[in-house]
């Protein structure tokens, strides 16, 4: 049980970390724009005993940074979301976002997250939800250490979140409107 609480704790990261952008060495936008999406997104997975929501919450994204592949837009904080649903308790990781839209109209938008914006909460499945506190998932020192000396190399990155039939991004780009 103990090693499966350790893998709840390191599932938002992998389900997360694709391929790494460096905003500082990406462009200003030239032009100031924002898009909006009108309605939150949601997708599950079930696994047997967890069952995984991955929500990208409505709001207006602002263009942040932008290069010749097309235009990051950076959304409200915690618009990234991944809560893990088990027996007793669900594990829910916030993190800050955005969207890529690529210039080539060809090519689908893809969700991005920010690195080392990640908040994990581990709420107790309770009647009365007053009593529901904060607490540590239950990773081993070893791992927790392994996992915040990568997320210092990469602090502030965009993390696209890169999946064949990503269901979130599936028409994400006819989804989002201009503000």
């Known amino acids: 049980m103990k090693t499966l609480k350790s893998c709840f704790g390191l599932m938002p990261l992998i389900a997360l970390s694709a391929c790494g952008v460096n905003p500082e060495k990406l462009n200003a936008p030239v032009t100031a724009s924002s898009i909006y999406l009108d309605a939150d997104r ?3 997975e079930t696994i047997p005993g967890a069952v995984t929501t991955y929500t990208l919450r409505k709001g207006i994204y602002e263009s942040a940074k932008e290069d010749a592949k097309g235009t990051y837009y950076l959304g409200p904080e915690s618009c990234f979301m991944v809560k893990i649903d088990v027996a007793d308790a669900f594990h829910r990781t916030t993190t800050n976002c ?5 210039s080539n109209a060809n090519q689908p938008a893809v969700i991005f997250t920010v690195v080392g914006t990640q908040k994990v909460e581990k709420l107790s499945k309770q009647a009365d939800q007053k009593n529901n506190a904060t607490a540590n998932i239950g990773t081993s020192p070893i ?6 000396a990568a997320i210092k190399m990469e602090l502030g990155q965009y993390e696209l979140r890169i999946r064949k039939d990503d269901p979130l991004a599936k028409d994400l780009r006819s989804l ?4």
């Open 176 to 179: 989002v409107k201009q503000k």
């Open 42 to 44: 949601e997708a599950k």
């Open 98 to 102: 955005g969207i890529f839209v690529p």
């Open 143 to 148: 791992a927790m250490a392994a996992t915040n």
